[in-house]
């Protein structure tokens, strides 16, 4: 188990420019999280290669403390393009 603080310090060391970050524990066991990151780091990347940044970024922790992992990653411009503000 981990929680939610330990994830959002991990992704925060990471990506340290990301304008937006939530992480949200889906059960309540700190072990099934939801995350949605806007970052500039993924442009020029499609989701799979967005999704293996955030999976090294949490390296040790998708190995037994994360049971289940639900991520939503955007770029400023595709985060923008659904409407949503990064400030």
Do not use: C
Not at 15 to 25: Q, S
Not at 67 to 77: E, N, V
């Amino acid at each position: 188990m981990i929680d939610i603080e330990t994830l959002k310090q991990r992704l925060n060391e990471a990506f340290p420019g990301a304008l937006h970050l939530e992480v949200d524990d889906l059960t309540g066991t700190q072990d099934h999280y939801a995350v949605v990151i806007v970052t500039s780091d993924f442009e020029n990347l499609g989701p799979v290669e967005q999704h293996k940044l955030v999976y090294s970024a949490l390296g040790e922790l998708m190995d037994g403390a994360v049971h289940a992992l639900s991520l939503q990653t955007f770029t400023p411009g595709s985060w923008a393009a659904r409407g949503q503000s990064v400030i």
